[in-house]
Each structure stands twice: as structure tokens, then as C-alpha cells.
């Protein structure tokens, strides 16, 4: 005897559309039926002359949602799972009842799971290789609006080949879009590259910043948009660096945490100017290009 999943009672197999009145095939017990070919199909398996199905294209054609008859809104205790045109193209919906929090949950024992989003150019039957540009996924969130769902996602990730693909060559960069308020159009306000630079506030060229991994230990933060160009913060060789003016934006003095040690041995000197006439009490070192010279404080 075959051991079969329990099977679903005419009440679930067989719903009602709300809006006709029609009595429909409810589709998330599909997976009934599948389960029961699949242990049919195991069991026999080991026959002399294993019992099969005339067709297993039936079965496929039992899960194009499509062709089945679905409520628009589904009862309590149901789901609903159709196709759908999303932006001019095909969707695919899952929808609960009104009022129902609806997950998409991945579960797997014993090892990971996770969601894979694949792209390839040509055809179906003979693809061939990404482009670069090319938009491998993306992952979008829309409201609804006045009188319909907006247009675009109001926020979102995509995901950009960098270089055309190779089996050993698949760069790609991912994107983080949002919408200002007042406005409709996604923007790309931050960038992870290829190489591990993150670009803020804008897409290329147009961003307020950008962190970037220059050789070896050296790190540098770009900030763009600055009068003088685009001027540089980072460390190299164990040393900050700095490629413009430092301003305080504030009337603060400039502190350090500990006291300065004092550099008079290297080039001392009398001051007969103001603040006080006489020998400062310590002279700061600044390295002018290679040469040491001595700021005096008192």
C-alpha cells in the first residue's frame, strides 16, 4: 500500500469566488496531487515494469496559475496564487486575506537557504553570456497610492553586472535606490563597486562621498563637490592625510587630548612681539614639505 498525505476534504479542494458566485478549484492544493504522483512514482519504481504517468506535462499544466479561476480577494484560510502583469510584464502573486501579514518564508534543516536571482541574454533554449550593464536582479518595495500602486518601486536594490561575463570573469555592483518626498522617481543614493568602494548621497559622479581602497593599508574617503575639487581624507603609511584647507566650522579652539611635546631644541628663539615679550613656552613642529619648522606657542 502506498502512504499517502492526508487528502484535502471537498471544502478545501473547492472554493467560491466571492465576486461570481462560482464554485473554483482552490490551487494551493496542488501540492496534494503532486505529492501523490511523486510516491506513486517512488514506489513503483522498483517494479519490473514501473507503472508511469501518459503524460507528466498534465501535472505541469495543473500548476500554470494562470488558467486557473481565482478569487480577486481570498477567504479566510486561503491563498491565493496567481500570475499578474507587473510594468508591462509577467508577475507572479501570492496574496493572503485583507488584514493578514503575508511571508515568504525559506525553510531548510541541517543546511542554508537563501534567494538566487538569475540572468542570462539569448534565449531560454540557448542562452549566452551577460553584458555589461546588464541588470542581473532586483528587489523592490511599492505603496499604494491614490488610486493605484506607484509606478516604481519606492525603494529598492538592484543589481548591475559590471563587465560582459565569462566563466571566470563576474563583476557586479549593487545599487540602493529611494524616492524624495513630494516625488515619484527612484534614485541611486548609495553604491557598493565591484572593488569595495561605497559611494553616499548619489549615483557615479554625482555622490557626496566615496570610500575607497587605494593599495595596501592605504584607505581614502573622497568628498566630492568641494570648490577646490574633490579633496581627500585617509591614512597612508600609518599617516592622516589630508588634500584641502581644514576650516573650523565653529569659533572653537582647536584641543589635543594629551600635551604637545615641546620642539624648542630643534630651533629656539626670543620674541619680543606680543602676546608676551620673551621665549615662548613651546615651540610646535610642522613639517613643511620635507622641512621642520617650528610654530611658537606660549
Do not use: C, H
Not at 534567494?115 to 553570456?129: D, E, I, K, L, S
Not at 527612484?186 to 553604491?191: I, K, W
Not at 615641546?262 to 620674541?271: E, K
Not at 613656552?281 to 611658537?296: E, H, L, M, S, Y
Request: no cysteine; glycine share 10%.
Amino acid at each position: 500500500m502506498i502512504p499517502l498525505p492526508p487528502p484535502p476534504t471537498y471544502a478545501q479542494v473547492l472554493l467560491t469566488d466571492p465576486s461570481s458566485g462560482i464554485v473554483i478549484f482552490n490551487p494551493i492544493w496542488l501540492n496534494w496531487f503532486v505529492q501523490l504522483a511523486a510516491l506513486v512514482s517512488a514506489t513503483t519504481s522498483t517494479f519490473t515494469t514501473p507503472v508511469t504517468f501518459s503524460s507528466t506535462a498534465a501535472f505541469s499544466s495543473y500548476t500554470d496559475y494562470a488558467r486557473i479561476a481565482q478569487p480577486a480577494a481570498p477567504g479566510a484560510g486561503f491563498t491565493r496564487v496567481s500570475s499578474m502583469t507587473y510594468n508591462g510584464n509577467y508577475g507572479f502573486l501570492i496574496q493572503v486575506p485583507a488584514a493578514s501579514i503575508n511571508y515568504l518564508v525559506l525553510n531548510s534543516v541541517g543546511t542554508s537557504n537563501g534567494y538566487v536571482g538569475r540572468r542570462a541574454n539569448g534565449t531560454a533554449t540557448v542562452p549566452t553570456a551577460v553584458s555589461l550593464n546588464d541588470i542581473l536582479g532586483s528587489i523592490g518595495v511599492q505603496g499604494y497610492g491614490t488610486t493605484d500602486y506607484v509606478a516604481a518601486s519606492s525603494a529598492g536594490l538592484l543589481f548591475t553586472a559590471t563587465e560582459n561575463y565569462t566563466d571566470t570573469a563576474a563583476g557586479a555592483i549593487i545599487q540602493f535606490y529611494t524616492v524624495a518626498n513630494g516625488t515619484t522617481l527612484p534614485v541611486e543614493n548609495m553604491r557598493v563597486w565591484d572593488n569595495g568602494a561605497i559611494g553616499l548621497g548619489g549615483p557615479t559622479g554625482a555622490e557626496s562621498m566615496r570610500v575607497s581602497k587605494v593599495a595596501g593599508s592605504t584607505r581614502w574617503i573622497t568628498a566630492a563637490g568641494s570648490v577646490a575639487g574633490n579633496p581627500t581624507l585617509g591614512v597612508s603609511a600609518g599617516k592622516l592625510t589630508v588634500s584641502a584647507e581644514l576650516v573650523l566650522a565653529q569659533a572653537q579652539l582647536m584641543e589635543t587630548s594629551v600635551a604637545l611635546t615641546n620642539n624648542a631644541a630643534a630651533a629656539v628663539g626670543t620674541l619680543n612681539n606680543a602676546p608676551v615679550a620673551g621665549d615662548p613656552t613651546k615651540w610646535i613642529p610642522i613639517n613643511d614639505n620635507g622641512v621642520v619648522r617650528n610654530i611658537p606657542a606660549w
